[in-house]
């Protein structure tokens, strides 16, 4: 009985500690800057801690899921907002946010610094931070044993050569997976994109739900599978050597760089309405768009920096080019269009 | 007699677990689907009719509905002579092989779908083998994004909750009944159908109910290993929720989906009450034998093999794979874990990781079966005293037992998405707090404890109670003396289960975690999130060390005595 009664004393507590629990902010304790952002989000410790130096602030981080889902619980957060600062809504998902109207404007001076073409809002209500392309990758050691040469064009992928050696995701859920879809749509037209999906789908092409499975499940350079060819980022190969056991030699993968194969995705930032602390938020806002900051996303995000003072890292050099001729879409467009892109795929390519 | 204020005291505590229902399950849903379905007050009707007439989530709730319905039947079918010898025999490695079949409970599906593409995927080891074997092209074995590999994957998944919960309700059942039976002439098939079975009812359609929503409300098996041609009503909700934002025909589904299993969960207690039954359970291990003849031998072990095979092979290849390096065996992965490579401020240790995901659970399981125990007390009671009431008198105890369920058949992300909006206002200030992670884990847990230990305490007599009473024994005298060695196991599975599902969960753990807290399955994504062979390997090794925290968990538990009750 003894078990009992202290069961009902931990519960009595318990539900007494919740109920009074996250108890108000007192006068003498520094301001707290929150940050949202997806999953992906990393930082170096150190930048944070100088940052939180500098300004007598403390940043509190949290990540809400992916990119849709983050976005969407920023939305349905309405006028208690999550965070202060929102990070890493995307060109695809930029309309949803702007219509619920999610953002304070906020002209950041350091704006000046960012590269031409990404999309600057004119309203100023977000900031561009990082850009990312969404490209095909290949197993390099795969295509030298099979004595193949590598696609180097969309249309490679529907050529009986390669059949049954992709596997790509989800547009109706993964990111990649809706770039790779844009992707097509820019290169063969809404007249023509869901012939060249049915060309890919008599031709094998193995669409799973995200990009874990398909990058950790089939793709040949990183898993048990069999598909040499997988829709991933520009960056990934980096990424392959950054964390590779051992440096290797060359990078185990490749991504396919020739003009209108990638979609660039570009994420920006910008300041939740209804914060109470908006002088605050401006600071991490600067701080976010600096070049410091800046020079830590490409090997801590693996995508590339958005401020033209930034310094990429050697093995970005080396390894992590860009792409040239990227596909960039208006996200006017896309929003007007996705959800009927989505479904008629969705109706070709896995019905 | 008792005094009013005690009596009061009682109440009072009795009411805790619908007090905490209220509060975290039925507050929250009631908030999101308020929200989605009646936006300016006015019920969207067009939205909340919608499943019920288009033919595309027809087809989904059709799919959902005889996908689940197979793989519960596939699950029983498949744990029944396990649980049988469990219950009934006495083994080395006994405590080991049950750990194994419930460790799959904590696995994110992402790596079990990689464990399994290992396995039995077009490049698997058993593939390759296969192939080479009968000088194929190619592997015999093509299971990935079909049926298959999801009732493969939901009986892997579910296997130990048949075993689990049938086992602890065969130990009590003393075997004496069947062996009269086989003495007065039964055939032992006969006597099987029309004594045991019977008497396992209530387990069995106890253990079968909670598969059956499990598979109901099946997502990351559906997603992930059946691929983007399959959806259950959970995943459309995501879909609609997430994807497309469509919050009205998300709330919509989420709505039907409970009303569904309400259903069925009320025509369920109703049988379980018409079973009514009340059985001569016995505490003793009496019931439990060593092996003796060569048959016993054959079943016992070849029981053990099939769970090796079925649940074992899966996990061996997972902690196989995360010793493999790319040039042979190594400890690198599991190295490289304590080594904050870059600096990143999301690096975990994984000492802390295990001890905030130990905690929660822990936390988790104390709340769920506490509230677990006092709702079944109340409601076994109830049940008793209104069984002489009428028709009418027993509706109200059904009709909450099948209440108290709906928690684990709703949508995790309606109820995510539910805490967001309702919990982060006054008087409910929860969201930032750490302390509403054991809570969201225990509302799903409750219906699980519940599940454990109803059919027990509807099993044991009155008499004993009564007779307990009449020698003098209070009320906790009895309850200790009568109901707790009887209720033993079966908290004890509840128990488990509580544990595990915390210790797994992951939904709430990201939309609640901050970096202050990272538990071990936040610090698994992270890693699957990025390329790179040190990723996936510190992936593997992180999913081992929640293999092994769940493990030494169970055996810790199990071990866990009260009084001096002998062995299990």
Request: contains cysteine; aromatic residues 10%; glycine residues 6%.
């Given at each position: 009985?003894?078990?009992?009664?202290?069961?009902?004393l931990?519960?009595?507590?318990?539900?007494?500690g919740?109920?009074?629990?996250?108890?108000?902010?007192?006068a003498?304790?520094?301001?707290?800057?929150?940050?949202?952002?997806?999953d992906?989000?990393?930082?170096?410790?150190?930048?944070?801690?100088s940052?939180?130096?500098?300004t007598g602030?403390?940043?509190?981080?949290?990540?809400?899921?992916?990119?849709?889902?983050?976005?969407?619980k920023?939305?349905l957060?309405?006028?208690?907002?999550?965070?202060?600062?929102?990070?890493?809504?995307d060109?695809?998902?930029?309309?949803?946010?702007?219509?619920?109207?999610?953002?304070?404007?906020?002209?950041?001076?350091?704006?000046?610094?960012?590269?031409d073409?990404?999309?600057l809002?004119p309203?100023?209500?977000?900031?561009?931070?990082d850009?990312?392309?969404?490209c095909?990758?290949?197993?390099?050691?795969?295509?030298e044993?099979?004595?193949l040469?590598?696609p180097?064009?969309?249309e490679?992928?529907?050529?009986?050569?390669?059949?049954?050696?992709?596997?790509v995701?989800?547009?109706a859920?993964?990111?990649?997976?809706?770039?790779f879809?844009?992707?097509?749509?820019?290169?063969?037209?809404?007249?023509?994109?869901?012939?060249?999906?049915?060309?890919?789908v008599?031709?094998?092409?193995?669409?799973?739900?995200?990009?874990?499975?398909?990058?950790?499940?089939?793709?040949?350079?990183?898993?048990?599978g069999?598909?040499?060819?997988?829709?991933?980022?520009?960056?990934?190969?980096v990424?392959?050597?950054?964390?590779?056991?051992?440096?290797?030699?060359?990078?185990?993968?490749?991504?396919?760089l020739?003009?209108?194969?990638?979609?660039?995705?570009?994420?920006?930032?910008?300041?939740?309405?209804?914060?109470k602390?908006?002088k605050?938020?401006?600071?991490l806002?600067?701080?976010?768009?600096?070049?410091q900051?800046?020079?830590?996303?490409?090997?801590?995000?693996?995508?590339y920096?958005?401020?033209?003072?930034?310094?990429?890292?050697?093995?970005?050099?080396?390894y992590?080019?860009?792409?040239?001729?990227?596909?960039?879409?208006?996200?006017?467009?896309?929003?007007?269009?996705r959800?009927a892109?989505?479904q008629?795929?969705?109706?070709?390519?896995?019905? | 007699m008792?005094?009013?204020?005690?009596?009061i005291?009682?109440?009072a505590?009795?009411l805790?677990?619908?007090?905490?229902?209220a509060l975290f399950?039925l507050?929250?849903l009631?908030?999101?689907?308020?929200?989605?379905?009646?936006p300016?007050?006015?019920?969207?009707?067009?939205?909340?009719?919608?499943?019920?007439?288009?033919?595309n989530?027809?087809?989904?709730?059709?799919?959902t509905t005889?996908?689940?319905f197979?793989s519960?039947v596939?699950?029983l079918?498949?744990a029944?002579?396990?649980?049988y010898v469990l219950?009934?025999?006495?083994?080395?490695?006994?405590t080991?092989?049950?750990t194994?079949?419930?460790?799959?409970?904590?696995?994110?599906?992402v790596?079990?779908?990689?464990?399994?593409?290992?396995?039995?995927?077009?490049?698997?080891?058993?593939?390759?083998?296969?192939?080479?074997?009968?000088?194929l092209?190619?592997?015999?074995?093509a299971?990935?994004?079909?049926?298959?590999i999801?009732?493969?994957?939901?009986v892997?998944?579910n296997?130990?909750?048949v075993?689990?919960?049938?086992?602890?309700?065969?130990?009590?059942?003393?075997?004496?009944?069947?062996q009269?039976?086989?003495?007065?002439?039964a055939?032992?098939?006969r006597?099987?159908?029309?004594?045991?079975l019977?008497?396992l009812?209530?387990?069995?359609?106890?253990?079968?109910?909670?598969?059956?929503?499990?598979?109901?409300?099946?997502?990351g098996?559906?997603?992930?290993?059946?691929g983007?041609?399959f959806?259950?009503i959970?995943?459309?909700?995501?879909?609609?929720a997430?994807?497309?934002?469509?919050?009205?025909?998300?709330a919509?589904l989420?709505?039907?989906?409970?009303?569904?299993?309400f259903?069925l969960?009320w025509?369920y207690?109703?049988?379980?009450?018409?079973?009514?039954?009340t059985?001569?359970a016995?505490a003793?291990?009496?019931?439990?034998?060593?092996?003796r003849?060569?048959?016993?031998?054959?079943?016992?072990y070849?029981?053990?093999?099939a769970?090796?095979?079925?649940?074992?092979?899966?996990?061996?290849?997972?902690v196989?794979r995360?010793?493999?390096?790319?040039?042979?065996?190594?400890?690198?992965?599991?190295?490289?874990?304590?080594?904050n490579?870059?600096?990143s401020?999301?690096?975990?240790?994984?000492?802390?990781?295990?001890?905030?995901?130990?905690?929660?659970?822990?936390g988790?399981m104390?709340?769920?079966?506490?509230?677990?125990?006092?709702?079944?007390?109340?409601?076994?009671?109830?049940?008793?005293?209104?069984?002489g009431?009428g028709?009418?008198?027993?509706?109200i105890?059904r009709?909450?037992?099948?209440?108290?369920m709906?928690?684990?058949a709703t949508?995790?992300?309606?109820l995510?998405?539910?805490?967001?909006?309702s919990?982060?206002r006054?008087?409910?200030?929860?969201r930032?707090?750490?302390?509403?992670?054991?809570i969201?884990?225990?509302?799903v847990?409750?219906p699980?404890?519940?599940?454990?230990?109803?059919p027990g305490f509807?099993?044991?007599?009155?008499?004993?109670?009564?007779?307990?009473?009449?020698?003098?024994?209070d009320g906790?005298?009895?309850w200790w003396?009568v109901?707790?060695?009887?209720?033993r196991?079966?908290?004890?599975?509840?128990?488990i289960?509580?544990?595990?599902i915390?210790?797994?969960?992951?939904?709430a753990t990201v939309?609640?975690?901050?970096?202050?807290?990272?538990?071990?399955p936040v610090?698994?994504?992270?890693?699957l999130g990025?390329?790179?062979?040190?990723?996936?390997?510190?992936?593997?090794?992180?999913?081992?060390?929640?293999?092994g925290?769940?493990?030494?968990?169970?055996?810790?538990?199990?071990?866990f005595?009260?009084?001096?009750?002998?062995?299990?």
């Amino acid at each position: 009985m003894k078990h009992v009664k202290v069961w009902i004393l931990v519960l009595l507590l318990g539900v007494l500690g919740s109920a009074c629990g996250s108890g108000d902010q007192t006068a003498d304790t520094p301001a707290v800057v929150r940050l949202m952002t997806h999953d992906s989000f990393d930082v170096s410790a150190e930048l944070i801690a100088s940052f939180e130096a500098e300004t007598g602030l403390d940043v509190e981080i949290f990540k809400a899921g992916d990119g849709g889902e983050m976005l969407n619980k920023a939305i349905l957060a309405g006028d208690a907002p999550l965070a202060d600062v929102l990070f890493g809504v995307d060109n695809t998902f930029l309309s949803r946010a702007l219509e619920n109207d999610l953002f304070l404007p906020y002209e950041s001076p350091v704006l000046l610094e960012i590269r031409d073409g990404l999309e600057l809002d004119p309203e100023y209500r977000v900031s561009p931070v990082d850009y990312g392309d969404i490209c095909l990758n290949y197993d390099v050691a795969w295509f030298e044993e099979a004595q193949l040469p590598p696609p180097d064009s969309l249309e490679d992928l529907a050529d009986p050569m390669y059949k049954g050696l992709t596997v790509v995701e989800n547009a109706a859920t993964s990111t990649p997976g809706l770039g790779f879809l844009l992707a097509t749509v820019e290169r063969f037209g809404e007249d023509g994109y869901l012939d060249y999906w049915r060309q890919l789908v008599a031709n094998d092409v193995l669409i799973v739900d995200g990009w874990e499975q398909a990058y950790y499940s089939y793709f040949t350079a990183a898993s048990e599978g069999d598909r040499p060819i997988v829709v991933s980022y520009a960056s990934s190969p980096v990424a392959e050597v950054f964390y590779a056991e051992e440096p290797p030699a060359s990078a185990p993968t490749a991504a396919v760089l020739t003009d209108g194969t990638c979609f660039r995705q570009v994420e920006f930032a910008g300041i939740l309405r209804g914060t109470k602390v908006e002088k605050e938020a401006r600071l991490l806002v600067d701080f976010i768009l600096d070049q410091q900051f800046q020079e830590d996303i490409p090997l801590k995000m693996f995508v590339y920096p958005a401020n033209e003072t930034a310094v990429l890292p050697e093995l970005f050099q080396k390894y992590g080019h860009a792409a040239d001729k990227p596909v960039q879409m208006d996200p006017a467009r896309i929003t007007a269009n996705r959800e009927a892109w989505i479904q008629a795929w969705t109706d070709v390519a896995l019905r | 007699m008792i005094g009013s204020a005690r009596s009061i005291a009682v109440v009072a505590i009795f009411l805790l677990p619908a007090v905490f229902f209220a509060l975290f399950y039925l507050y929250p849903l009631g908030s999101i689907l308020r929200l989605g379905l009646m936006p300016e007050g006015r019920l969207n009707t067009a939205a909340l009719l919608q499943p019920l007439v288009n033919p595309n989530l027809l087809r989904i709730v059709w799919f959902t509905t005889w996908q689940a319905f197979v793989s519960t039947v596939l699950t029983l079918l498949l744990a029944f002579p396990g649980a049988y010898v469990l219950a009934r025999f006495s083994f080395r490695g006994k405590t080991l092989v049950r750990t194994l079949a419930t460790l799959p409970f904590v696995l994110p599906t992402v790596v079990v779908a990689a464990a399994f593409i290992a396995l039995i995927g077009p490049s698997g080891v058993i593939n390759n083998w296969l192939r080479d074997l009968l000088a194929l092209d190619r592997g015999p074995i093509a299971l990935s994004q079909t049926i298959w590999i999801i009732l493969l994957a939901h009986v892997f998944y579910n296997y130990s909750v048949v075993l689990r919960l049938l086992s602890a309700y065969w130990q009590n059942l003393p075997p004496s009944m069947t062996q009269a039976a086989q003495m007065l002439g039964a055939s032992p098939l006969r006597a099987f159908f029309e004594v045991t079975l019977p008497l396992l009812r209530p387990a069995i359609t106890s253990a079968a109910t909670l598969v059956f929503i499990f598979c109901f409300t099946s997502f990351g098996v559906i997603i992930i290993l059946g691929g983007p041609r399959f959806a259950t009503i959970e995943v459309e909700i995501y879909r609609q929720a997430v994807n497309l934002f469509n919050l009205p025909l998300a709330a919509a589904l989420s709505l039907w989906q409970i009303i569904f299993t309400f259903i069925l969960m009320w025509v369920y207690t109703r049988t379980q009450a018409r079973l009514g039954q009340t059985v001569k359970a016995s505490a003793g291990k009496a019931a439990e034998r060593p092996v003796r003849t060569p048959r016993e031998k054959w079943l016992v072990y070849g029981n053990v093999v099939a769970i090796v095979i079925l649940i074992g092979a899966p996990l061996l290849a997972l902690v196989a794979r995360s010793f493999r390096g790319q040039r042979g065996p190594t400890l690198l992965y599991y190295r490289s874990l304590f080594i904050n490579q870059d600096d990143s401020l999301f690096f975990v240790p994984p000492g802390e990781a295990i001890l905030n995901s130990i905690l929660i659970a822990f936390g988790a399981m104390i709340l769920a079966v506490s509230l677990g125990l006092l709702a079944a007390t109340v409601l076994s009671r109830w049940e008793r005293n209104a069984a002489g009431n009428g028709r009418l008198g027993a509706l109200i105890p059904r009709t909450l037992d099948a209440l108290l369920m709906l928690p684990l058949a709703t949508s995790a992300v309606t109820l995510g998405l539910g805490y967001l909006i309702s919990l982060g206002r006054p008087p409910l200030n929860l969201r930032d707090s750490i302390i509403i992670l054991p809570i969201v884990h225990a509302v799903v847990a409750v219906p699980f404890v519940m599940r454990a230990v109803l059919p027990g305490f509807r099993g044991i007599q009155p008499s004993l109670r009564e007779a307990a009473a009449m020698l003098g024994a209070d009320g906790r005298h009895v309850w200790w003396e009568v109901d707790w060695p009887l209720l033993r196991r079966a908290i004890l599975a509840g128990a488990i289960y509580a544990f595990t599902i915390s210790l797994g969960e992951f939904g709430a753990t990201v939309f609640l975690a901050r970096p202050e807290t990272p538990t071990l399955p936040v610090a698994i994504y992270r890693f699957l999130g990025r390329p790179g062979a040190l990723n996936y390997g510190q992936a593997l090794a992180m999913s081992v060390l929640l293999m092994g925290v769940c493990a030494v968990a169970f055996v810790v538990i199990e071990r866990f005595r009260f009084g001096n009750e002998g062995e299990f």
